[in-house]
């Protein structure tokens, strides 16, 4: 007989600590609630300031986000790829940015005296992979490619934890496309498949106008979480429902569309994703090209798009917690149901041995999505009380405690449920059942 594998919070390591307590990061270094959340709750753990130790909760949750993605861009026929973060920085001085964007790059250089960046993004090495390729025919596209990748900037003043740091992990998506036309609309495909994954999260975000900044291009939005620590200036006009970074307007007092100027307003955001429709402005100086059906070879037109993934993570987290307490979307907690077995030794330990496994196997197959998903929290050395509270702070949507009532004749379980709010007393039935109509994955 196969013994059900349990997720048991002894087994994982989250080092819960007071960051005044942490020698490697300094209270100056804290610059954001879910920065520094996560450092003391044992999500993140600083390196060097501007790089983190994503630790086992936070993959799980990084892991999540993926997933939706990767299914998001399955739907809308994107192919996952994994291109080098090493690039030579020739490719980088062919479309111009080298000089435009240069004290941004981390440079390098080998022994052989060759110069190289770490790429912040690949507009530049996609191009150059489909020009090598050429002549590639017309039925090749449109091409839509993506990779999630750990990405570098060489941030001045690196700052809110995961949001905006030097080493960070980015999902990026480039199409190609045989006219400008077919080009507009694979752009607005992706902008739709972003919505979607947006949606999904389920944090308020806003898609604005955007600027093309150093990117270049014709059109471009971003997209924004509303958070008062948000770095960016959005102008939202309710008059006609234009939205669009400031940095786009040049008059901050009226709207750029349709002119009214009482209301407008403007809020702090976070960008979360950006998207780009950038015409040959790459494809043509790096020479990616393919063959029309007049047998005559013509430029590729390119759109750029990109989500901040672990700046998404870090940004749910921060417009959702509390000054003490995180919160995730459910479909980004690293786990959405915890159980707290009772005290060892105590009465009630005694009398409901073996009830905690045999819940936690019950939920996992009575509510499939809970498959990997409910913790149990094993530190029974621990009283239940600062179990409790420590499960309050992770954030876990469900907790589940075990106590006295739990021994009685027709056990009753106490859930926690700090999304609704609610406390209540359930059959293991009615437990389910709760569970099911209250969950979300
Ligand atoms: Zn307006």
Request: contains cysteine; glycine residues 6%; proline residues 4%.
């Amino acid at each position: 007989m196969s013994i059900t594998a349990r997720h048991c919070l002894s087994k994982i390591f989250q080092p819960i600590t007071a960051t005044s307590k942490n020698s490697k990061i300094t209270r100056q270094q804290v610059t954001s609630k879910s920065q520094r959340l996560m450092l003391e709750l044992g999500i993140i753990q600083q390196s060097i300031p501007g790089c983190f130790h994503l630790l086992p909760l936070g993959v799980k949750s990084l892991d999540k986000l993926i997933k939706i993605i990767d299914n998001e861009m399955f739907k809308i026929g994107g192919q996952k790829v994994l291109f080098p973060t090493l690039t030579n920085s020739k490719l980088w001085n062919e479309s111009g940015r080298l000089k435009e964007v240069g004290t941004e790059l981390f440079q390098l250089q080998d022994r052989h005296n060759h110069h190289y960046i770490l790429s912040p993004t690949h507009e530049e090495v996609a191009s150059e992979m489909l020009s090598i390729l050429a002549p590639l025919s017309y039925r090749n596209f449109p091409l839509k490619l993506y990779q999630i990748s750990s990405k570098f900037r060489d941030e001045i003043k690196p700052r809110f934890g995961l949001m905006r740091g030097r080493e960070f992990i980015m999902k990026d998506m480039y199409s190609f496309d045989t006219d400008i036309e077919s080009a507009k609309k694979t752009y607005e495909e992706v902008c739709n498949s972003y919505e979607n994954i947006f949606n999904t999260i389920g944090i308020g975000y806003a898609k604005v106008l955007g600027s093309s900044g150093s990117m270049g291009g014709s059109l471009s939005h971003e997209y924004q979480f509303k958070a008062p620590i948000g770095e960016d200036n959005v102008l939202y006009c309710s008059s006609c429902q234009y939205s669009a970074n400031i940095e786009v307007c040049e008059d901050h007092q009226k709207c750029p569309n349709c002119g009214d100027e009482k209301n407008i307003n403007i809020q702090c955001g976070i960008e979360v994703g950006h998207t780009f429709l950038l015409g040959d402005k790459y494809s043509k100086p790096l020479k990616s090209t393919f063959i029309a059906k007049d047998s005559k070879p013509e430029v590729l037109q390119m759109g750029s798009y990109g989500l901040g993934i672990s700046r998404i993570l870090a940004a749910s987290v921060e417009v959702l917690s509390s000054e003490t307490e995180m919160r995730w979307p459910s479909v980004l907690a690293p786990y959405n149901v915890i159980i707290l077995p009772p005290k060892k030794g105590s009465a009630e330990s005694l009398q409901t041995e073996g009830m905690p496994e045999k819940l936690y196997s019950n939920l996992e197959e009575k509510i499939p999505g809970l498959k990997n998903n409910i913790l149990m929290d094993d530190r029974t050395s621990l009283t239940l009380g600062k179990r409790l509270l420590d499960a309050k702070r992770v954030g876990y949507q469900f907790t589940i405690i075990i106590n006295k009532k739990s021994a009685e004749e027709n056990p009753l379980f106490e859930l926690i449920d700090i999304k609704n709010n609610k406390q209540l007393y359930l059959s293991k039935e009615a437990l389910c059942d709760y569970i099911q109509q209250n969950f979300r994955i």
